[in-house]
């Protein structure tokens, strides 16, 4: 079994910023990529970015240039730095991991975090 757990969410100002962190922990062979997703009130959940092992990264247009996702392999950890914050951006941010259970495995995605709660308002 695979956990996720992350953490960073908060109230911040319009052009502030904030870094969300996730850590993966558990039982598995791999993770092939780990990204971040959020919902906001009354929408549906959007992909806000994704990094892989090979630290390919993709963005949602709307975050392009304002967010940056990186890694830290060795402590199984993903980061969300976020900047230039706007109100749309308010929403829960879920953390979400492709990962192989054992070798041979199909890498899936059924793994996500708790949610945390951002919040950018005046």
């Known amino acids: 079994q695979v956990q996720l757990v992350e953490s960073g969410g908060g109230l911040v100002q319009p052009g502030g910023s904030l870094r969300l962190s996730c850590a993966a922990s558990?039982?598995?062979?791999?993770?092939?990529?780990m990204g971040w997703y959020r919902r906001a009130p009354g929408k549906q959940r959007e992909l806000v970015a994704t990094?892989?092992?090979?630290?390919?990264?993709n963005y949602y247009d709307s975050v392009k240039g304002r967010f940056t996702i990186s890694r830290n392999a060795a402590k199984n950890t993903v980061y969300l730095q976020m900047s230039s914050l706007k109100p749309d951006d308010t929403a829960v941010y879920y953390c979400?991991?492709?990962?192989?259970?054992?070798?041979?495995?199909?890498?899936?995605?059924?793994?996500w975090g708790q949610g945390t709660q951002v919040t950018v308002s005046s």
């Open positions: 979400n991991a492709y990962v192989r259970r054992y070798w041979g495995d199909r890498p899936r995605n059924d793994y």
């Open positions: 558990g039982s598995y062979f791999s993770i092939d990529s």
């Open positions: 990094i892989t092992s090979g630290d390919s990264t």
